[in-house]
């Protein structure tokens, strides 16, 4: 019987089929860096399902929204992405489900972090938009940490800016000591040369 020769029948069998995208804190799915990922992967692999949700307030309400949300999703071909506290949420999605997660400055103490910011916030692509940060939020914070989860460098890439002026770069590389890193020298905490890092991210999906 003569063999496939189609280019699907050659694509690894663990290329990404699933992929979910989350944002930061006060951000939104109209960040530059989802909005690129949704560009690329409508353009390049359509056929790969994209969720991109617009995470609410409450981390529990958030972890809630993403476990419903992948509920059917198988979880040796689905992927997570995460953006700063995106990045805290994706690692608890990674932890749950084994599957794969890509990190951007992903935030590793947020329930310490964030307790200062308890009370009205504004959207950050949206300044007419408000919600509250309720001081239970900070609990539901520690509730979602995976610190026996270790992920290796299989399971996990972590691009981490050494220039984020909003976290500390050396605490997101030892919170996962056995993960891919790649370290970029300068940058910000909104990864402004995402772009630049799309070849890195999507051979480690098994999209390249």
Known sequence: MPQDSSPLSTKPSTAVTHLLYLHGFRSSPQSTKARQMAALMAERYPSVVWLCP???????????????????????????????LGGFYATWAAAQRGCKAVLINPAVFPARDLAKYIGEQTAWHNPDERFYFAPEFVDELRALESPAFQPGPDQLLALIAKGDEVLDWREMVARYPHAQHELIEDSDHALSDFETHLPRVLAFLDLA
């Open 54 to 84: 617009q995470l609410p307030p409450s981390p529990q309400a958030a972890a809630a929204l993403i476990a419903q949300g992948t509920a059917n999703w198988p979880a040796q071909t689905m992927a997570v992405m995460g953006s700063s």
